[in-house]
């Protein structure tokens, strides 16, 4: 059986490293699975997924000029379902929501109110009361 670029092929994992793992294929080929195309979740560690000697069915994706298989384990299943994006059609009115109207109007407050604080903190330590005097 001749290994091609979209075949899937059955075979053993004969090593794991911490960026895939290897697989012997039919003939007596050996091909790479990259930690990417492992699962398709995030895949900290490749032996939470497979370990030595596991057979495995997997997708051929590459072959190199110098032989490299590139293998996946994750383009042969189903795509997990997605949660939809945020609908922002949708109306965001929520009982006691603030909106954005009053929100700003409390923000614009507040910062008023900083300000003001600031101002005379500021002025009262510029000597504003008649600080020190020099001796005549």
Do not use: C, W
């Not at 990417?36 to 590459?62: I, N, P």
């Amino acid at each position: 059986m001749s290994i091609e670029v979209g075949s899937i092929v059955e075979g053993v994992v004969t090593g794991i490293t911490n960026f895939g793992a290897f697989i012997e294929l039919p003939g007596g080929k050996v091909g790479l699975i990259h930690i990417s195309e492992v699962a398709d979740v995030y895949v900290r560690d490749v032996k939470d997924f497979l370990k030595e000697q596991d057979r495995v069915k997997v997708k051929v994706l590459s072959i190199d000029d110098r032989g490299k298989i590139g293998l996946s384990i994750k383009q042969l299943q189903p795509p997990a379902p997605r949660k939809p994006a945020n609908d922002f059609r949708r109306p965001m009115h929520r009982v006691g929501a603030v909106s954005f109207e009053d929100k700003l109007n409390k923000f614009l407050k507040d910062s008023d109110e900083r300000l003001t604080d600031l101002k005379r903190n500021t002025d009262s330590k510029r000597g504003g009361r008649g600080g020190a005097r020099k001796a005549e």
